[in-house]
């Protein structure tokens, strides 16, 4: 190899990297067979502390919840497990369709005209349909009403601060509010005033972005209904283990006159020569690919992988399957919410607010709850005080199908 | 149209008093092919001489649309929305873009027929 490459030792082909940048030597210890290995990796995962799905009661943006088998026998499928950007329509109208269902769930889901391939996450999702009322607009202010989550929030104003946006936590937006930006539940799980917001944003000439949870779109109104003008979400709860917060999936919808700012690519249904219906790329904007300098994004890509999860999981259950999970799970977590309430010490932080199935909660000494829960394998609510300030002491518990009745009977057990 | 002037970069104007008619040129229309999609302001903006105001998309390429004079927007072809194959088939009718209402003078550079051609066939 040295000869071919026309060098006489390994010195001379490392010419050009000081030697003081150069290993010397690499001390590894000797190589494991594939049993010693599978062995070693073994006891290190047994060290993990994991809590049962039916006895983690913290969500926060990210939620167990039943993943039925036919959602692993689809997306294990090579054709779509393996393949890396099949978008040629001569040999991909299988992945294509996939990615037209996608959208066609979620437009209809939201009850939106259009929504695009899918993107990262619930919080990049956020900050693009921020960027899409922006360019939209031609107005720099971003108007964030009431709890968004904290880290959509951080992300909102990673992607604001290179284009002189200014992002503000607030209640009115003014003449220069490009757009109001609400989450729908909130991230503390209260239901917020989608049609008042909404209207609001609208008299003084915003958009309104509702960042939604799908789940609940199965039994509250959805942002096509109330005039939102662009939904924006995480789809880790259809069909997608938590596993440590990724990889998830998000989405974003708009109404049918704001699709060219829809950020990524977008899959439409087409006829071929022969009068057969296909699926093609369509619409991708030309400002990502050749007018760059005035993209109002640059997301060229998309998680397919885990769209296609969402959409076998959408349409195996399908609106009843879903309305189902958003009722046992609304359920569970309004007799949790008494039974928690009537603990000695223990409070709704809002109590004149509704929720869905997770909701904040007052408690002495919100550590050492935490704490004690773990020690008996319970997985608890989350502090918000981390990232606001007045919340001291409020914990956000959230129930899912998955925590079963005798789930909530142990929590409350462990805390009496 | 003897009265007709244009651009180095490919747009052309009628003027009667205040009143100026702007679109994108015979030759424009022919180098972008066929045209798709146009992005387009609303009335009521203002615009200075050479300012971007929208942007033409064919199935080749997207370029950006500027304005030869200074003016308020008056009007937007409507048309094309539906049917921006209307730049291709009549550039200088009803593949019309803006209306505006001129502020002050015409520039200077503006180009007469004569001179529009040998800067498209350079």
Known sequence: MLAALGVSSMDDLLIDIPRSLRLSALELPAGLSELETMAQVKSLAARNRVFADRLTFRGGGVYRRFIPAAVAAVTSKPEFYSAYTPYQPEASQGTLQAIYEFQTLIAELTGLDVANASMYDGATAVAEAAMMAHIHTGRNEIVVVGYLHPEYLEV???????????????????????AVVFQQPDFLGLLVDA????????SL???????????????????????????????????????YGGPHVGFIACRKDLVRRLPGRLIGSAHDSAGRRGFVLTLTAREQHIRRERASSNICTNHSLCALAA??????????????????????????????????GWEMAFPER???????????KASAVLRKLARKSILGG????????????????ACTEVNDARALDELVEALA | MADRRYTKSHEWLTVEGKNVTVGITDFAQAQLGDVVFLELPAPGRKLSAGETFGVVESVKAASDLYSPIGGRITAVNEKLKEHPELINSDPYGDGWILKLELTGELPGDLLDEAAYKKVAEA
């Open chain 1, 354 to 364: 509704q929720f869905l199935n997770e909701f904040p909660i007052r408690v002495p």
């Open chain 1, 205 to 243: 000439g915003a958009l309104a972005i509702a960042c939604v949870d799908p789940i609940s779109l199965a039994i509250v109104a959805p942002p096509g209904e109330y005039g939102a003008d662009i939904a924006a979400g995480e789809g880790q709860q259809l069909g997608l283990s938590p596993s």
């Open chain 1, 156 to 178: 909102l104003r990673a992607f604001s601060e290179g284009r002189g946006i200014k992002v503000r936590r607030g209640t009115e937006p003014n003449s220069k509010t490009a």
């Open chain 1, 311 to 344: 959409s076998v999981y959408m349409t195996y259950m399908g609106a009843d399957g879903m309305r189902q999970v958003a009722e046992v799970s609304f359920k569970r977590a309004h007799a949790l919410a008494e039974r928690l309430a009537a603990l000695p």
């Open chain 1, 382 to 397: 989350l502090d918000v005080h981390r990232w606001f300030r007045e919340l001291k002491g409020v914990l956000t518990f």
């Open chain 1, 195 to 202: 049609a008042g917001l909404t209207a609001n944003a609208h």
